[in-house]
């Protein structure tokens, strides 16, 4: 079991600024790819985006240019710092890590970009 724990959500105004972390603890040693997703109200759960554990990184063409997901495979943490952010990008953003064949999830942080 892989237990997954985010932290940064919050408000924030368009065009600011935010990072979210997701650290990971349990069974650890599987894991190969970590990533965000997120849900807007009354939409599904979509692709933010995902990184392996080499590095090789994957953006939904939502965020290109305007998110970066980095990992610390030391602190078995994966982060997502958004920048320009628009109200748009207000939902619920969610860590994934997949450990063999198992998909863990984070209990969700909420990100509001609003005036």
């Known amino acids: 079991q892989v237990q997954l724990v985010e932290s940064g959500g919050g408000l924030v105004q368009p065009g600011g600024s935010l990072r979210l972390s997701c650290a990971a603890s349990?069974?650890?040693?599987?894991?190969?790819?970590m990533g965000w997703y997120r849900q807007a109200p009354g939409k599904e759960r979509d692709l933010v985006a995902l990184?392996?554990?080499?590095?090789?990184?994957n953006y939904a063409d939502s965020v290109k240019g305007r998110f970066t997901i980095s990992r610390d495979n030391a602190k078995n943490t994966v982060y997502l710092q958004m920048s320009s952010l628009k109200p748009d990008d207000t939902a619920v953003y969610y860590c994934?890590?997949?450990?063999?064949?198992?998909?863990?999830w984070g209990e969700g942080a909420l990100v509001t970009v609003s005036s």
């Open positions: 990184i392996s554990r080499m590095g090789s990184t």
């Open positions: 994934n890590v997949r450990s063999g064949a198992v998909n863990y």
């Open positions: 349990g069974s650890i040693f599987g894991i190969s790819v």
